[in-house]
T-cell receptor, first 116, second 113 residues
Framework: DAGVTQSPTHLIKTRGQHVTLRCSPI?????VSWYQQVLGQGPQFIFQ???????GRGNFPDRFSARQFPNYSSELNVNALLLGDSALYLC???????????????FGEGSRLTVL | GENVEQHPSTLSVQEGDSAVIKCTYS??????FPWYKQELGKGPQLIID?????GEKKDQRIAVTLNKTAKHFSLHITETQPEDSAVYFC????????????FGTGTSLTVIP
């Protein structure tokens, strides 16, 4: 079975541009989360979506947005890019239940964004 | 919010020796504590996890212990091998849909052949 897939794997943008990152969860997983990992640091939570609804949001500015599609894939959008947005963006899927999540996050390989 | 601290930041051990990585957390409501291994250029991979109703869990050469009173948990790797070399992250979560994972800053483990 395929794991979490992300695209693109690498991309370079300039300040002020916008970027769209894409993620396909593991088959059967209805929850997708996005994390930002700056070099040398642990991942930081951006969003979680479950059944196409936003269920959690981290401490990131409104320039960051996301959505989940009927097939449970997801997009992360970042507008007005800043140099500090350079990072590895990780997508993770999980087999969430209605009342309580199982807790296990399965990460993709990430999209490495460089902002010049 | 939750704050997870992880030590040490780097760790070198001889092949065959044991490695221990320690984490502390601040929110007593956290109830799920996974450990991830991240190899260069790859995403984090879950290697073991523990829930707050369990004090210890073992999977072959890897074990995790949890002390809820002291709010700390540790990863133990025995009989280390060169392929264990990677960055290890601990995390804490309140569990449930929408609850985020709070990660430590990572430990770079090097196993010297």
């Amino acid at each position: 079975d395929a794991g979490v897939t992300q695209s693109p794997t690498h991309l370079i943008k300039t300040r002020g541009q916008h970027v769209t990152l894409r993620c396909s969860p593991i088959s059967g997983h209805k929850s997708v989360s996005w994390y930002q990992q700056v070099l040398g640091q642990g991942p930081q939570f951006i969003f979680q979506y479950y059944e196409k609804e936003e269920r959690g949001r981290g401490n990131f500015p409104d320039r960051f947005s996301a959505r989940q599609f009927p097939n449970y894939s997801s997009e992360l959008n970042v507008n007005a890019l800043l140099l500090g947005d350079s990072a590895l963006y990780l997508c993770a899927s999980s087999l969430e239940g209605e009342r309580e999540g199982t807790g296990e996050l399965f990460f993709g390989e990430g999209s490495r964004l460089t902002v010049l | 919010g939750e704050n997870v601290e992880q030590h040490p930041s780097t760790l070198s051990v001889q092949e065959g020796d044991s490695a221990v990585i320690k984490c502390t957390y601040s929110d007593s409501a956290s109830n799920y504590f996974p450990w991830y291994k991240q190899e260069l250029g790859k995403g984090p991979q879950l290697i073991i996890d523990i829930r707050s109703n369990v004090g210890e869990k073992k999977d072959q050469r890897i074990a995790v212990t949890l002390n809820k009173t002291a709010k700390h948990f540790s990863l133990h790797i025995t009989e280390t091998q060169p392929e264990d070399s990677a960055v290890y992250f601990c995390a804490a979560s309140l569990g449930g849909t929408g609850n985020q994972f709070y990660f430590g800053t990572g430990t770079s483990l090097t196993v010297i052949p």
